[in-house]
């Protein structure tokens, strides 16, 4: 019987380069989709799954991650004693409580893999997951708790897959996929950002992953591989001879890039459009842009 998921792993170290100015003082996980930041968007997403114990992967400035989640008791009793019971209720989605953080210091930008390695210690003997924030998914159902679901029923890791363009799969980690089991398909293979014109496949892994604890294992060896990084892509792959092997899971939902600036602003204008007190206005103020 498949153990059931309740641990995530947030690597959570990266600078967010791509995003200075903003992110000189600020962990880009900070920056918000209209009124929630991109580490929000992901512990509502773990949740939703079942998951109740994270584990942050974090560096030297990243405090104010942890201390998000934190109460805030001044706050609380203002809001209360101003009757704004909307936002309390909005504030209280951002506790997590006691114990049910750990966070970890990847003290050596050393890649993915080695971010993930650095939990090691923390996971035991049992299946976890793995979410980048930012990668944002919009789905009815949350990507996490389809990849749950079907993990019961195939076992082994399993990652979050999606179609990319020939001119885009030199950017990911591609599989090359097997037999097909609802919308799960066996992983024959992987490799991690191909050359042009190598690709097995077009389908590209995200940022979602159940991983088994032979990875952790895998990743011991502190193999370096493309872009000379301790790449997840490698100690994944180890695993598709194993009995219970890999799974690629084409998830339901629309992806967004938020490590990226176009994907960010994309993300930003879809969210917009979808939020209760703001999508009547926000869509007559796009329709009424003059963008000639």
Known sequence: MTKRVTKAVLPIAGQGTRFLPATKSMPKEMLTLVDRPLIQYAIDEARAAGITEFIFITARGKGALVDYFDRAPELENSLKAKNKTDLLEELARTDIGSGSIATVRQQSAKGLGHAVWCAHRLIGDEPFAVILPDDVIDADVPVLKQMVDAHEQTGGCMVAAMEVSDQETCKYGIIDPGQAQGSAVQVRGMVEKPAAGTAPSNMAVIGRYILTPEVLSALDAHEVGAGGEIQLTDAIAKQISTEAGVWGLKFDGQRYDCGAKLGYLQATVA????????????????ADLDLD
Do not use: P
């Open 271 to 286: 969210y917009g459009l979808k939020h209760r007190e703001l999508k009547d206005d926000f869509r007559t103020y796009l």
